[in-house]
């Protein structure tokens, strides 16, 4: 049978190879070097193991995604058409059937389905191929590291969890995805057992009718056909549903990887250029400043729908970050610099000038690769915490985060859109949070007086202070937020 291969390079450490190919290459239900079944039902596909690929690291290269999308959807239309044409074949010797139930036609259906079936599983072995290929393609992106995983876009594990335990409902309590993935192995697994059996028993009826001479049991022979195609059908489901699973699983673990390794060697922030804009900060001692707890929020703005409302009694403009951004969308890898501003917009609809600002910028300092910013309004105020018995006020701050790029300005997943007016104080609103915990420095002046601060230090500045040293992000779950929530 044939194997598609697609080699992903490896950006010097060797482990995007693997990750490509572990999800692209899964065997069908582990049965490697399967023959052909009684009836020549090709089920098994030949494997390229992750050791094999790994050897050949220094031969690699980039995969051309839409290239092989496109190879791909060239031979799925193909196999379409193929099917339907032995579809109509089929329906014709049915036709033929009903006049006389001649046992030579019969035996013609059953080679001619075994067929279908045949060229069903290559299309179904194709299209979970062509998904894989668009899951990487939405949840990653190439850079002159090698390609690597758009965290921010990818789905957290407990959402896709939670959304499998609403389909299946298992009994077992606090699965992951690795059980789910060993779910659908096994459902397959034994959808295949039945379908093997179905075709036995489908081969000892057929030998009856031929023994015997007989038609009684022709019937039988149909209904069994039937289960054929219907047990066929579930186990491509089975089989999409697992290598999905898989896809993401391994997204999800080079992602984490990503993160460590930017951590690990500090590269949190590459070389960028920063314009200033506000007042500067000086550096202070906060070793004797009382840590407050967070405010009640989210670790991830994905997990919204169970973040409580916080309520802010007074919150008011501090200072506008903008990020700018060689890429379409802002990715970290992409920064190129930025810089500040206390102007807010009288309204959301004007949050624009942004953009028009940063190609000031960009054109001043005779850069030309401006192709995306992000934006970050940042107000200062109090709010309750309820994570205090009895409720406490404190200092706190809050973000409203945006991107914008020249065909417009969005919020990212669950990101609030900024507010109608937001370049006014408010007061006693109340929000969703995801909290950043503990991100914020420590300093003086800039836009915090002469006390020393946990503070935002941005374009060297000293602004937004927060008791609990966080950063809280205004968030938001699609209901009660009409179009402006991310």
Known sequence: MRAFVLYLCNDGNGYIVLFAIIFLMVPAWGRENVEVD????????????AESISE????????????NLNKLDLKITNLINQIDEKNLELQDLYHKFEKNRDIDILKKILKLNDEILSLED?????????????LIEKYSILTPRGLEVLYSHLPREQEIVRAYVQKIHPIKKNIDLGWLIAYYQ????????????????????????????SSSNI??????????RELNSQIHTYAEERDKLIV???????????KFELIKTGNIEPLAIHLGGIHQREECDCSNLETKRTLPGV??????????????????????WIGMYSTDQPYYWAFWGDFCTYEFPETRNDIVQYWMWAIQKAQENHWDGLRSIQVKMFYEGHALNTNYQPTYTQEANIIWQFDCNQDGCWAVTNRLFPLENPDTTHYYESYKLYVNAYYLGCCTSGDVGSSCKWANKHCYGCFAPDESASQNFAICVDHGTGDYCG
């Open 56 to 67: 050949q690291n220094e031969k690699c290269y980039i995969a051309n995604i839409y290239s």
């Open 186 to 213: 096994q459902a397959g697994e034994l959808t295949f057992d039945e379908y093997i059996k179905t075709d036995i028993e489908l081969q000892n009826v057929v030998k009856h009718i031929e023994t015997n001479n």
């Open 299 to 320: 670790s991830s703005q994905y997990d919204a729908t169970y973040a409580p409302y916080v309520t802010y009694t007074d919150f008011r403009p501090s200072v506008v």
């Open 38 to 49: 009684s009836v020549g039902h090709y089920w098994a596909r030949s494997f390229v193991s």
């Open 248 to 258: 993401l699983y391994h997204l999800i673990e080079k992602a984490k990887k990503q």
């Open 122 to 134: 290559e299309l179904a072995f194709y299209r979970r191929q062509e998904m894989s290929l668009n």
């Open 219 to 228: 019937n039988d022979i149909l209904k069994l056909l039937n289960k054929k």
